[in-house]
């Protein structure tokens, strides 16, 4: 693992923060501005992600305060909570992306409500076994790209995204038990934007947004502002009052100087008003985006 000299961003405000309870956090991240705040996560790519996390905890000497997790919809209600109690175990709050093998349309529909609500509610199985459970949920994330199946159609995805939140508002998963995270590509596919698909306030507590450098292995080398400024200062025009996450990060060392990558991750999302954290990418996956082994 790399120095990851870009911790030294960390605030007093955001060493405080890493000091709430996991159970806190959720709801405290609505809270927060983003300056001079860095709240740090990470993906494990392990099955049982509570060693890995607090592995990675003890090397970089502070806890991380958000674990992602990725869920398809028709994994099974024993699988998204073993994903989410190991997790938790970790002592992170988790992030939750929904996935489905359906366009935003069928979603819309309504035609696959009983599979969303099948979901839905081990979710809140999960949620009740503990008083103290919450996490953030991302609801098909990565829409305004074409490599997922609900992608590119922003009027039918609004109406998707509405329509998760809503099943889970139906169960009476209340609002201090998950927080809702709308969190599309930082870089759009033509001719849409980010904002196109914006689902409404009222359905938002928190902006997420994929910052990938693919590196010269698959084009050139990015900078952190090429894949995050533009979307970042959009969606601001929609979001202005709400917190921002890199809600997945990774850089790949092929061009370029990861380290150097990494710092400069922390200082855009330390200076950026609305940003407060991020939740790295550690996997091996289209590239070696990892930076803990």
């Given at each position: 693992m790399p120095a990851m000299r870009g911790r030294r961003t960390l605030s007093v405000v955001a060493l405080s923060t890493l000091m709430l309870l996991p159970s806190q956090i959720a709801a405290a991240v609505c809270e927060f501005t983003g300056r001079d705040l860095v709240m740090p996560g990470v993906f494990s790519a392990e099955w049982n992600s509570t060693p890995d996390i607090i592995g990675f905890n003890t090397e970089a000497g502070f806890p991380v305060t958000f674990a992602g997790t990725f869920h398809n919809l028709y994994e099974g209600v024993e699988n998204t909570n073993w994903i989410l109690q190991r997790v938790w175990d970790a002592g992170a709050v988790p992030v939750a992306h929904l996935e489905a093998p359906l366009s935003s349309a069928q979603v819309a529909s309504g035609a696959f409500d009983a599979d969303l609500q099948a979901w839905a509610m081990g979710f809140k199985r999960w949620l009740d076994a503990d008083p103290t459970h919450v996490a953030i949920v991302a609801p098909l994330q990565e829409m305004n790209g074409d490599w997922v199946p609900w992608g590119m159609d922003p009027l039918n995805y609004r109406l998707a995204y509405r329509r998760v939140v809503e099943l889970f508002r139906d169960l009476g998963v209340a609002e201090t038990q998950v927080r809702w995270m709308f969190a599309p590509n930082g870089v759009s596919v033509f001719p849409y934007s980010a904002t196109d698909y914006w689902p409404g306030e009222d359905v938002v507590d928190i902006v997420g947004l994929s910052a990938y450098n693919f590196g010269q292995e698959f084009g050139e080398w990015s900078t952190v502002d090429d894949v995050l400024f533009d979307t970042t200062e959009q969606l601001k025009a929609f979001a202005?009052?709400?917190?921002?996450?890199?809600?997945?990060?990774?850089?790949?060392?092929?061009?370029?100087?990861?380290?150097?990558?990494?710092?400069?991750?922390?200082?855009?999302?330390?200076?950026?008003?609305?940003?407060?954290?991020?939740?790295?990418?550690?996997?091996?996956?289209?590239?070696?985006?990892?930076?803990?082994?």
């Open positions: 202005r009052d709400k917190p921002f996450m890199i809600s997945q990060v990774g850089t790949s060392v092929q061009g370029g100087d990861r380290e150097e990558w990494l710092t400069e991750m922390f200082d855009f999302v330390a200076r950026d008003a609305n940003h407060v954290g991020f939740i790295y990418f550690n996997f091996d996956k289209e590239t070696n985006w990892t930076v803990w082994d």
